[in-house]
C-alpha cells in the first residue's frame, strides 16, 4: 500500500519561507515521478512543481525563481523549498507520485498565508 506523510505546513508570513516534506513508503520511490500541486479555497488544484526520476524539474511559472522541488531517493522522501511566498490566499498542497500505470495522492499539508 503506497503512502506520502506531508509535513512542513503552517502559518507564514507573506514573504517568508517555508520547506515541506513529503515521506513515502510502499513506492519505488526512486523510479516514480514526484510533484506537489496545491489547491486554494474555491479554486481547482493546480499542479506546482515536478521532480523527474533523472533529476529534471519544472514548475508552474508563478513560482520559478522562488520555489525549488528536490528528493532523496535514500529517505523517499521528496521537498518543496518554498521562499518569497506571496500572498496568495491560503492552500493545501499536497505531494504526488506516479510509476507506470499508478498515481498516488498525499493527504495534504496546509499553508496558510498571513499578510
Known amino acids: 500500500q503506497v503512502q506520502f506523510v506531508e509535513a512542513g505546513g503552517g502559518l507564514v508570513q507573506s514573504g517568508g519561507s517555508l520547506r515541506l516534506s513529503c515521506a513515502s513508503s510502499?513506492?519505488?520511490?526512486?523510479?516514480?515521478?514526484m510533484a506537489w500541486y496545491r489547491q486554494a479555497q474555491g479554486n481547482q488544484r493546480e499542479w506546482v512543481a515536478s521532480l523527474d526520476t533523472d533529476g529534471a524539474t519544472h514548475y508552474e511559472d508563478s513560482v520559478k525563481g522562488r520555489f525549488t522541488i528536490s528528493r532523496d531517493n535514500a529517505k523517499a522522501t521528496v521537498y518543496l523549498q518554498m521562499n518569497n511566498l506571496k500572498p496568495e490566499r491560503t492552500a493545501v498542497y499536497y505531494c504526488?507520485?506516479?510509476?507506470?500505470?499508478?498515481?498516488?495522492w498525499g493527504q495534504g499539508t496546509q499553508v496558510p498565508l498571513s499578510s
Open positions: 504526488t507520485g506516479s510509476v507506470p500505470h499508478n498515481f498516488y
Open positions: 510502499g513506492l519505488l520511490f526512486k523510479y516514480a515521478h
